[in-house]
């Protein structure tokens, strides 16, 4: 049984059934099924459901933002631009998708793209619809078919997306939620009926996946964590700079795998940087997630609040101070005031920590040569962020800082037009974009 908390108040909420064996059974012979019907429908009948489910989501948007509030504690806000965004993504593959599958001819061949089956996806809390979606659509899209096994935290969510495909007159089986625990994951990748799985997560259970996927000898695509760079230099519009910075740091209270998390800042403006970041650090209102003025909610969970203090006791005893913030707040609810840590050691290896929680680690560079070398002196790869006036600076950063995105003079934000993805520790693949799309179907090439 799952039961949601709310992270506000503690209190319990909907409970929802685990499945049985054979329910999953069930589900996974239906996915099977629909599979051979709908990897040969064409991409009209494909793009029109994708516009239907965008318009459910819209239709949908304050009960499906209001679930999602509830079950991980976001700003209800934050919530509603993730459902919108999530049915921009649905309508951005149903008008540009055919151009994305149409064939590439070659001297005597021709490569064309083919659905391959059921894609298992293993998503986590944090973007309860938005990193669903970010499989969701591209599958429907490419002629595959869905299962999700979605945090056991976030099951109404879970239902409401499955509720979706169905209410824009989906078949049953095309995308199904999986109500189970994580230890039914390794025997459904294992099951020849699934042709992939992609996971968003930890590192801990990416390893897992993969290690399951690499036995079944299948495709898996893994957006893992990430400890993003927020890089100033001199020329930078400071004010600008510190405003990103902020809304970086604590936009879902700072849960979020390409939340900026440690900033880098030049020493020539380190000093000016840290005084306009500082104050809007401890600006930001941590409050009822129902309410508009709130710029944070509660983190997930008392459990992921704990965790983030524990990693703070850890930074102070390697020698990092904490200039403010980082306390749990009084009353009930999962809630926390930002802080910034300085003086974090770069060669301890607590700097490797990742930070879930509105909580930043500011370094001093005294060269774009060292503001480089800290950048990549972690494990993760997955986003950045540069904020310089210098076409060479910015020629250097893009060529050299080791991550798989990087914003100039802006904060870094996912969108489905571009390829969203990490290297080193933060993963492989893509999700989003035409890459995405292709990650889990069969390039075919005719001979003729």
Known sequence: MFTSIDPATGAPGQSYAELTGAEIETKLARAHATFCEWRVTDLATRTALLERIAEQFDANTQRLAETATREMGKTLKSAIAEVQKCAQAFRHYAQEGAA????????????????MGPVLAVMPWNFPYWQVVRFMAPTI??????????????????????????AAGGPAGLFQNLAIKSDKVEALIADDRIVAVTLTGSEGAGMKVAEAAGRALKKVVLELGGSDP??????????????????????NTGQSCICAK????HADVYDAF??????????????DPMDAASDMGPLSSEEQRATVLGQLKLFEQAGAKLLFGGEALPGKGAYMSAGILVDVPIDHEVANEELFGPIA???KASDIDEAISIANAVPFGLGSSVWTQDADERARFERDIEAGMIAVNKMLASAPE?????????????????YGLHEFMNLKTVLA
């Open 262 to 265: 440690r900033m880098i800042v």
């Open 418 to 434: 571009a390829p969203f993805g990490g290297v080193k520790r933060s993963g492989h693949g893509r999700e989003l974009g035409p």
């Open 100 to 115: 994305m599958l149409e064939p590439r001819s070659f001297p005597g061949a021709t490569a064309t793209w083919h659905p």
């Open 141 to 166: 899209l490419a002629g595959n078919v869905g299962l999700l096994k979605h945090a056991s935290s976030v099951q109404g969510c879970a239902a409401a997306l499955e509720e979706m495909v169905i």
């Open 361 to 363: 680690m500011l370094f």
């Open 230 to 251: 927020f890089i100033v230099m001199p020329s930078a519009d400071l004010e600008a700079a510190a405003k990103a910075a902020v809304t970086a740091r604590v936009q």
């Open 274 to 287: 840290l005084a306009k970041f500082s104050a809007g650090m401890q600006a930001a209102v941590a409050g």
